[in-house]
Nanobody, 117 residues
Framework: QVQLVESGGGLVQDGGSLRLSCAAS????????IDWFRQAPGKERKFVGA????????AYADSVKGRFTISRDSAKNTVYLQMNSLKPEDTAVYYC??????????RGKGTLVTVSS
């Protein structure tokens, strides 16, 4: 059973950048579609972006399009979420989740991103 661990979160100033990692163990991350979600305090979880196992272009929520980039490093069994031009409203816990079919196989525990104004 594949497991996912997110890392790279932290405190950054408005306009700054962070790169989050979603590292897989117990399975090949390239066998899954990987989605990124975020959940701000007191709010519902929202889709951020996704990268497919087929290697096609990543998809993004409108709120992050042009600022966030998802990439995959198969050799490191890791998917990355590069976040640029961060805004205070990007503050949330960020999660990655793996799908081999319609439903999610597994989700990580998340990493907190805090953007100060």
């Amino acid at each position: 059973q594949v497991q996912l661990v997110e890392s790279g979160g932290g405190l950054v100033q408005d306009g700054g950048s962070l790169r989050l990692s979603c590292a897989a163990s117990g399975g090949n991350i390239s066998s899954y579609d990987i989605d990124w979600f975020r959940q701000a305090p007191g709010k519902e979880r929202k889709f951020v972006g996704a990268i497919s196992r087929s290697g096609g272009p990543a998809a993004y929520a409108d709120s992050v399009k042009g600022r966030f980039t998802i990439s995959r490093d198969s050799a490191k069994n890791t998917v990355y979420l590069q976040m640029n031009s961060l805004k205070p409203e990007d503050t949330a816990v960020y999660y990655c989740a793996a799908r081999s079919g319609i439903y999610y196989d597994v989700r990580g525990k998340g990493t907190l991103v805090t953007v100060s104004s």
